[in-house]
């Protein structure tokens, strides 16, 4: 019998790989003939935690000791519950400014910052943040990037954003959108974006090459992308919480009306 088993949160889904059974049918000589496929979703979750199976836990005990040493160490607390909605969130608003605060260790000052809402795929919960809930929230490879834009291009990026009904952005960053995904304004720190402008921007690799939507990311100038692992956005991320930690502060973030949607 050939399975394939893919973990999706705490659930496994049994998948029956019909072309591996055909490959197994075809390869032998046989009067069987394929007939019929079901399958069949089996949940695991902590019902099976009152009888736990022994022989199942010792196999797997070096393999959740390695594990745990790696996902297990506490990085900091968060001062609430965090989680990432359109068109503005704590969590949404939190991995942007943190883009901006780390930017001190690449030599950079960027004027804003924007992180992608499809690019956040778990919330946090209040209290201690593990490094395997940092990994949870941010699991890509995208690596920290810095690129200019004129102010033209600024807003076509806000316009972008405001068609997707919103992303990560930055504090100082205010947006005015209506729900069917126009831009009604955009200002920064309080000012008007001028067309005439270059703005420095920090983001995620994935973003600074047009994707998502962005496309206003392409018209980038003086990009510095480092792609060693280390700047991956998790090790940012982490080590963030690391710096708020050894200032003995909880890492916070709320919705303070970044992204507005109005009627037009």
Do not use: W
Not at 58 to 69: E, M, R, T
Not at 235 to 260: H, L, P, W
């Amino acid at each position: 019998m050939f399975k394939f088993f893919t973990l999706h949160s705490s659930s496994f889904t049994l998948h029956f790989s019909l072309f591996t059974l055909i490959l197994a049918l075809t390869a032998c000589k046989s009067h069987y003939a394929l007939t019929d496929i079901s399958r069949q979703r089996i949940v695991v979750d902590n019902r099976y935690d009152a009888h736990p199976d022994a022989q199942a836990a010792a196999f797997l005990a070096p393999y959740k000791q390695k594990v745990d040493s790696v996902m297990g160490p506490v990085l900091g607390k968060v001062a609430r519950d965090m989680a990432a909605e359109r068109p503005e969130s704590n969590l949404s608003n939190l991995l942007p400014d943190i883009l901006v605060a780390m930017a001190d260790e690449y030599g950079e000052k960027p004027d804003f910052g924007i992180y992608n809402i499809g690019g956040i795929r778990a919330a946090l919960v209040k209290g201690e943040v593990t490094y395997g809930d940092v990994l949870d929230v941010a699991p890509f490879e995208n690596k920290i990037s810095f690129i200019t834009l004129t102010g033209e291009k600024v807003l076509e990026l806000f316009s972008q954003i405001a068609r997707r009904g919103g992303e990560g952005v930055s504090h100082g960053v205010e947006l005015v959108i209506t729900a069917n995904g126009m831009l009604l304004s955009a200002c920064l720190h309080g000012k008007e974006i001028d067309p005439a402008a270059t703005y420095r921007i920090t983001t995620i690799d994935y973003l600074a090459q047009g994707n998502d939507g962005l496309t206003a990311f392409k018209s980038g100038t003086d990009l510095k992308s480092p792609q060693e692992d280390k700047n991956n956005s998790r090790e940012i991320i982490a080590n963030y919480f690391r710096r708020m930690t050894a200032s003995g502060k909880d890492v916070d973030a709320q919705v303070e009306g970044r992204i507005t949607v109005k009627s037009e």
